[in-house]
């Protein structure tokens, strides 16, 4: 399983999860910090437009701590229409954007 991120000219980030490796909140929030690396390394000045993201609802997208890793990053994010249903009245940070 890839693990990928891009703008709409490239891939910026692209990660190969190892086997019986469990995608969870900490590996998430380590794959977001490494494409806030990978931006600043190789879009330069895209960073100070600011980053948004798109992802759907899966726990480790939605965890408290990812929630705040996102903000703590500078990135913002399109919530997912199930995440508006389920999640939007009991969270703070960037779905209520």
Sequence with gaps: MATVFGDRERIM???WL???TTIN???YVDELKE???AIKRERRG???HGVLLQHDNA???VSPKTMAAIDDL???CLP???IVQIWLPATTGCLER
Excluded: C, M
């Design 13 to 15: 980030h692209l990660d």
């Design 18 to 20: 190892s086997e019986k």
């Design 25 to 27: 909140s900490d590996y």
């Design 35 to 37: 494409l806030r690396q």
């Design 46 to 48: 895209k960073l100070t």
């Design 59 to 61: 726990r480790p997208h």
């Design 74 to 76: 500078g990135f913002e």
């Design 80 to 82: 997912h229409p199930r």
